[in-house]
């Protein structure tokens, strides 16, 4: 079956650096997307990857490994407004979507 | 401004009742989708349209239809409320489906939250 898994929840300190990791099975991969979700709010995209490596976007940065069906969502010098939930979400073979159940980031002052 | 637009935001519906979940965009985007999101859950697809008169089931069909006779509107009906329905719904759009918003993603409405009871 597919497959998207997820830490339900992640606590860090405002200034610091957290990764979001996400590891996927699915039937065949076309890339893999981030969305942030604050409590209350509508998802928004904040990356795509289909390519090895890491890719960088001001404080987030996006990584995936195909080989190991692995990636992760940097955030570097956080601030309070990115407390919100993190969603992962590969693309199969058949360019649908199927979704991680998001993680809960908690920033701490 | 802008963006998908949908109504209402929250709705109380008792069991057995029918209801119409309003979605609009105005970004002439093609492909238009309903979404559910459970809590622990991933969002998962109910219905989806690639255009105007298109339609198709997504991987949670059963107790919902739609219609898109315009490209803006894309309503979600509800033919008896059950409480397995309680959740919060949201609409996507993209100018061409999944494969096509590898640059800018989906926009999302606003949601609404739904309660039977």
């Known amino acids: 079956g597919q497959n998207i898994d997820q830490p339900t929840e992640m606590t860090a300190t405002e200034g610091a650096i957290v990764q979001i990791n996400c590891t996927y099975q699915?039937?065949?991969?076309?890339?893999l997307f981030w969305y942030q979700q604050h409590a209350g709010e509508a998802p928004t995209f904040l990356s795509y990857?289909?390519l090895d490596g890491l890719e960088e976007k001001g404080r987030f940065s996006s990584f995936l490994s195909r080989s190991k069906g692995y990636s992760y969502l940097l955030l570097k010098e956080l601030q309070m407004k990115d407390s919100a939930s993190y969603l992962c979400?590969?693309?199969?073979?058949?360019?649908?979507?199927?979704w991680g159940a998001g993680t809960k980031l908690i920033i701490k002052p | 401004n802008a963006g998908v637009t949908q109504t209402p935001k929250f709705q109380v519906l008792k069991t057995g009742q029918s209801m119409t979940l309003q979605c609009a965009q105005d970004m002439n985007h093609e492909y238009m989708s309903w979404y559910r999101q459970d809590p622990g859950m991933g969002l998962r697809l109910i219905h989806y349209s690639v255009g105007a008169g298109i339609t198709d089931q997504g991987e949670v069909p059963n107790g919902y239809n739609v219609s898109r006779s315009t490209t803006e509107d894309f309503p979600l009906r509800l033919l008896s409320a059950a409480p397995s329905q309680t959740s919060v719904y949201f609409c996507?759009?993209?100018?061409?489906?999944?494969?096509?918003?590898?640059?800018?993603?989906?926009?999302f409405g606003s949601g609404t939250r739904l309660t039977v009871v």
């Open positions: 990857n289909v």
């Open positions: 979400a590969c693309m199969d073979s058949n360019y649908q979507l199927i």
């Open positions: 996507a759009s993209s100018y061409s489906g999944p494969e096509g918003s590898t640059n800018y993603g989906y926009t």
């Open positions: 699915t039937s065949g991969f076309n890339g």
